[in-house]
């Protein structure tokens, strides 16, 4: 059984049609890559599984049990979620915002296993030395991580987020998937991710979703999505597919080409 | 292994740090509490003023001075008691509007919760009419039109979708809603008339009494454990409403409650004092510069340096023109201000 399912899942805003006849699953340890142009339906799909939107129409169900018959606190602390630009109002310590993530299992006080597992997760994301420093004084790629350390702590089968690598060189933009993928691959978690950057996604998911105007493109590995017919009638650009490697991924052709019809 | 006993214990430094400024604060406000009883025509000092609260509170064991113990009971006592309940109730509901709205200016003054307050209070001076009669009319309509300001954002906020934007927005344009009706009072009110608005937009706690302290209270212990209880909520909130709702917050219904609560400690502290603006806004500021944003201790923090803010702007109040009794709300703006900006000024310089 998978983790995390979407059955025929449609959302609007008042009349606007913004997601329709979505359907896919994610299982453990598996990493699944939303792709599509701005304004297809990406952020408003990973809302729609976390609940914090309500589908018009559809069931999300997550180990079994569909969302919408599960408190908040039960579905926090059964899927994490990373928006996108998180942290960037918060004037605490990244200690304080990742034990913020204990918020499903906490009443008050926090126990010596709360402190634990927070350092834990800093420990695994690399920011030991960090941890009594404030959030603002840190950096994008930083940030990034405190995120999804947070996320981490939470302690749930599965984690969504929302561009994460937005913000990100590409350094920073590898690092960050390297974790997701070290996690996937050590914990078994399921990981819904949006990405605009298709070679990124291609090299690090194990699947790829593309959305086109709020509906379902293509589903499968990167090698069946990722073709230059896609990026033709998605995105509408011209783009050569390549294949040489262990992950295909495309460069992009500037309609006009030098020398080209002079 | 060693590393991880480092971060421990530099979070626990942290909490310690918390704890003592939390403390000195309560020592500071207990001083304060000693020291302004004592101001008055009639002449005390700390020690008898403390040795008369004693007596009041174990008439046993402790001996109040020669007619300190009335002066002191019946007078003056409660008016201190009221600033410091006042600035504690502002203080925290800053806090919670600041912290919810993810807005630096929300204060019930911003929202426009106290311009209504003072609309009702104009109602009942200039037309006489209110819901509730007698001594209470100025009262009655205050605390209802700070509650039906409240109930408009929410009403707005709940019609465009709940947001800390919308709700700061419908906030603005309640707030000069209300200023204009003030306005229209104003202009159509005798000159006796006027002068009463006026007067009751400087704010003071001239008008305490033990019953008024007694009602304050009541809503203060009802609502302050809960807000404390629900602190994680709050910090999650203060991030943004999708990091709450990823964390298990029920973001709509929680905006809900806190403003609700926010603006009930505001009504029932302003239709008693009228307009003391400044401790709402400033008191969260100036706590959060110290120990940081964690609401588990900026909510007492900032209720203590509200109240000794107010305690303490009401014993200048009292005592530089003395007899003279300046409004309390000029007088917290004039001291508050220039800390404020020093405290500001000098974080932007670190």
Not at chain 2, 38 to 66: H, N
């Amino acid at each position: 059984m998978p983790r995390l399912s979407v059955e025929d899942l449609s959302f609007a805003y008042r009349d606007r049609r913004v997601l329709h006849g979505i359907t896919f699953s994610v299982g453990a340890g598996e990493i699944l890559g939303l792709v599509g142009p701005n304004g297809c339906g990406k952020t408003t799909l990973i809302r729609c599984i976390d609940g914090m939107l309500t589908p018009g129409g559809g069931r999300v169900r997550l180990d079994g049990r569909e969302i919408r018959s599960m408190h908040r606190r039960e579905v926090a602390q059964a899927m994490a979620y990373v928006p996108q630009s998180a942290g960037n109002r918060t004037s605490a310590t990244v200690f304080e915002t990742v034990l913020m993530g204990r918020r499903p299992y906490l009443n008050w006080t926090v126990s010596r296993e709360d402190e634990e597992k927070v350092i834990a997760a800093l420990d695994l994301l690399d920011l030991g030395d960090l941890a009594l420093r404030k959030i603002a004084e840190l950096s994008g790629g930083e940030r990034q991580r405190v995120m999804i350390a947070r996320a981490l702590v939470q302690e749930t089968g599965a984690i969504l987020l929302d561009e994460p690598t937005s913000n990100l060189d590409i350094c920073h933009q590898m690092a960050a998937m390297e974790v997701l993928s070290g996690l996937a691959g050590e914990k078994g978690l399921s990981i819904v991710v949006a990405l605009h950057d298709l070679n990124l996604a291609a090299t690090y998911c194990h699947r790829l979703m593309v959305m086109k105007a709020g509906a379902i493109y293509g589903y499968g590995t990167p090698d069946e999505v990722l073709t230059e017919e896609m990026l033709r009638s998605v995105y509408g650009i011209e783009a050569v597919v390549k294949r040489d490697l262990e992950a295909p991924y495309m460069i992009p052709v500037r309609s006009g080409r030098p020398g080209e019809g002079v | 292994m060693e590393q991880s006993i480092t971060i421990q214990t530099g979070y626990a430094r942290l909490k310690k740090n918390r704890a003592l400024f939390i403390g000195g604060l309560l020592a500071a406000l207990v001083i304060l509490i000693g020291v302004a009883v004592t101001l008055g025509s009639a002449e005390f000092t700390v020690a008898e003023s403390y040795l008369a609260i004693l007596a009041g509170l174990f008439p046993g064991t402790f001996t109040a001075p020669d007619m300190a113990g009335i002066i002191i009971w019946d007078y003056r006592l409660h008016r201190v008691l009221f600033a410091v309940c006042a600035g504690f109730g502002l203080a925290v509901a800053g806090s919670v509007m600041q912290g919810i709205l993810r807005n630096p200016l929300a204060s019930p003054f911003t929202l426009g919760i106290a311009s209504a307050a003072t609309t009702g209070a104009s109602i009942a001076i200039v037309l006489g009419a209110g819901v509730v009669g007698g001594e209470y009319l100025v009262i009655g309509n205050a605390f209802l039109f700070a509650l039906l300001a409240a109930l408009a954002i929410y009403g707005m906020a709940r019609y465009r979708g709940i947001g800390s934007e919308t709700m700061v927005l419908a906030g603005i344009a309640i707030m000069y809603l209300f200023s204009a009706v003030t306005s229209l009072l104003q202009y159509i009110g005798s000159a006796e008339q006027l002068r009463a608005v006026v007067f009751w937009t400087f704010g003071s706690v001239d008008k305490s009494t033990w019953p008024k302290l007694a009602i304050v209270s009541i809503v203060l212990a009802c609502t302050i454990p809960y807000l404390l209880y629900r602190s994680w909520d709050l910090n999650a909130l203060a991030e943004g409403d999708e990091v709450a709702a990823g964390l298990g917050v029920p973001v709509e219904r929680s905006m809900i409650v806190f403003m609700v609560i926010a603006s009930l400690i505001t009504a029932v502290i302003i239709c008693f004092t009228g307009t003391i603006g400044f401790i709402g806004l400033v008191a969260p500021h100036i706590t959060r510069m110290v120990i940081g944003g964690d609401f588990r201790t900026l909510l007492p923090a900032s209720g203590l340096v509200g109240a000794l803010l107010l305690l303490g702007a009401d014993s200048i109040a009292r005592s530089v023109l003395a007899p003279q009794v300046l409004p309390v709300g000029i007088v917290t703006a004039f001291l508050g201000v220039p800390f404020f900006i020093y405290l500001f000024m000098r974080r932007r310089d670190t």
